[in-house]
């Protein structure tokens, strides 16, 4: 058994932070059951040249440089979505999706609309992106405009992953507003919702901004965060009549501190809902010879759980994380607008 094999076989979905063909069919092959979209992703497979030809038939067809990326994004969501559609059949829609992200600009920090214009425009493209799909998530952040939007997004019929969430606030208003939009719908049998933590940024925020943290507890915080909104989820969906799943997405699970293990956070949440995993962890993952088993619901002693609720500001971590965060949700879309317009002449 493989690495990535016995993550799988402890209880763990493998999803692919990439709709990378080339990626999308390796992790496939070693047990991954779904993907996930940005526009870093797709500007890095621009880059190599692979989508020139379907860049230039889009030139040819007169459509500006972002409405071509984002049917470039459509191309690379469908083609992971048909490598996946044979596990969404067979789990009947529990797994087996693809997560194309909305419109990241909406959330520039140069875009002055209010909230419930964002929130109706949330709506707006949620419908248009995820229209004729059957395993095709649409990524929503946990912002006011993007949490504003979910439960009419929900009611609708659209299968959500909500994105850029750090803190239990944010997790619990996009959960609260996507059940409300649930229970408004004819059927429910088809209900499915993931909630996409962000793991590794607190922890290189709190080794930046909490330095008084014990080398115990330093590096335990975003493991922390993410597994207590794990349990509060296991809680709240444990007496919903539902027919599929309601998962945590444990997101951002590459290391970004020299020295970690690069299976640090793989390994603490292996056994329960879903992982979505760059390409570069889930081939060092398979190259560790590491055998994984369930310690999603294991958390470290008490005393470091007291220092890190004692120390670390839960509200001003959220703060910070999202002000930076929106920065690195809207500037790529920027830069794969950008790299389009100068690849216009030498695909024509």
């Given at each position: 058994?493989?690495p990535?094999?016995?993550l799988?076989?402890?209880?763990t979905?493998?999803?692919l932070d990439?709709v990378?063909p080339d990626?999308?069919r390796?992790?496939?092959?070693?047990?991954?059951?779904g993907?996930?979209?940005n526009?870093i992703i797709v500007?890095?497979?621009?880059?190599?040249?692979?989508l020139?030809?379907?860049?230039?038939a889009?030139?040819?067809?007169?459509?500006?440089d972002e409405?071509?990326?984002?049917?470039?994004?459509?191309?690379l969501?469908?083609?992971?979505?048909?490598?996946f559609e044979?596990?969404?059949?067979r789990?009947?829609g529990?797994?087996?999706w693809?997560?194309?992200?909305?419109?990241?600009?909406l959330?520039?920090t140069a875009?002055t609309?209010p909230v419930?214009?964002k929130a109706?425009?949330?709506?707006e493209?949620a419908?248009q992106w995820?229209?004729?799909?059957k395993?095709?998530?649409?990524?929503?952040?946990a912002?006011?405009?993007g949490?504003a939007a979910m439960e009419?997004?929900?009611a609708?019929?659209?299968?959500?992953n909500v994105?850029?969430?750090?803190?239990?606030?944010?997790?619990?208003?996009?959960r609260d507003?996507?059940?409300?939009?649930?229970?408004?719908?004819?059927?429910?049998?088809?209900?499915?919702?993931v909630y996409?933590?962000?793991?590794?940024r607190?922890?290189?925020?709190t080794?930046?901004?909490?330095?008084e943290?014990?080398?115990a507890?330093?590096?335990?915080v975003g493991?922390v965060?993410?597994?207590?909104?794990?349990?509060?989820n296991?809680q709240?969906?444990a007496?919903k009549?539902?027919k599929?799943k309601?998962e945590?997405v444990f997101?951002?699970t590459?290391?970004?501190?020299a020295?970690?293990p690069?299976w640090?956070?793989?390994e603490?949440?292996a056994g329960?809902d879903?992982?979505?995993?760059?390409?570069?962890?889930?081939?060092?993952i398979q190259?560790s010879?590491?055998?994984?088993?369930?310690?999603?619901d294991?958390?470290?002693p008490k005393?470091?759980l007291d220092?890190?609720?004692?120390?670390v500001d839960?509200?001003r971590?959220?703060?910070v994380?999202m002000?930076?965060g929106?920065?690195k949700?809207a500037?790529?879309q920027?830069a794969?607008?950008k790299?389009?317009?100068?690849?216009r002449?030498?695909?024509r």
């Amino acid at each position: 058994m493989t690495p990535l094999q016995s993550l799988v076989a402890c209880g763990t979905k493998l999803w692919l932070d990439s709709v990378d063909p080339d990626h999308v069919r390796q992790s496939f092959e070693w047990g991954a059951t779904g993907a996930t979209s940005n526009p870093i992703i797709v500007a890095d497979i621009v880059k190599t040249g692979r989508l020139d030809s379907e860049l230039a038939a889009l030139v040819r067809e007169g459509l500006d440089d972002e409405a071509v990326s984002w049917r470039l994004t459509d191309t690379l969501v469908r083609r992971a979505q048909a490598v996946f559609e044979p596990v969404w059949e067979r789990t009947r829609g529990d797994d087996g999706w693809a997560s194309f992200e909305l419109d990241p600009l909406l959330e520039d920090t140069a875009n002055t609309m209010p909230v419930d214009k964002k929130a109706a425009r949330y709506v707006e493209l949620a419908k248009q992106w995820s229209h004729g799909h059957k395993n095709r998530m649409i990524k929503i952040p946990a912002t006011p405009g993007g949490i504003a939007a979910m439960e009419e997004v929900a009611a609708a019929g659209v299968t959500i992953n909500v994105t850029l969430i750090f803190s239990e606030r944010q997790y619990v208003a996009a959960r609260d507003a996507i059940w409300l939009g649930a229970k408004r719908r004819m059927t429910r049998d088809t209900f499915k919702s993931v909630y996409s933590i962000f793991v590794s940024r607190l922890d290189v925020y709190t080794e930046r901004d909490v330095p008084e943290l014990s080398p115990a507890a330093q590096g335990q915080v975003g493991i922390v965060n993410a597994k207590h909104l794990w349990q509060l989820n296991q809680q709240f969906w444990a007496d919903k009549p539902l027919k599929l799943k309601q998962e945590i997405v444990f997101a951002s699970t590459g290391v970004k501190k020299a020295g970690d293990p690069v299976w640090k956070y793989v390994e603490a949440f292996a056994g329960s809902d879903i992982e979505t995993n760059p390409p570069k962890t889930n081939a060092d993952i398979q190259a560790s010879g590491r055998t994984f088993a369930r310690r999603v619901d294991q958390l470290p002693p008490k005393e470091v759980l007291d220092e890190i609720h004692r120390k670390v500001d839960i509200n001003r971590l959220e703060d910070v994380l999202m002000r930076e965060g929106l920065a690195k949700f809207a500037d790529p879309q920027k830069a794969l607008i950008k790299l389009i317009a100068s690849k216009r002449g030498t695909v024509r």
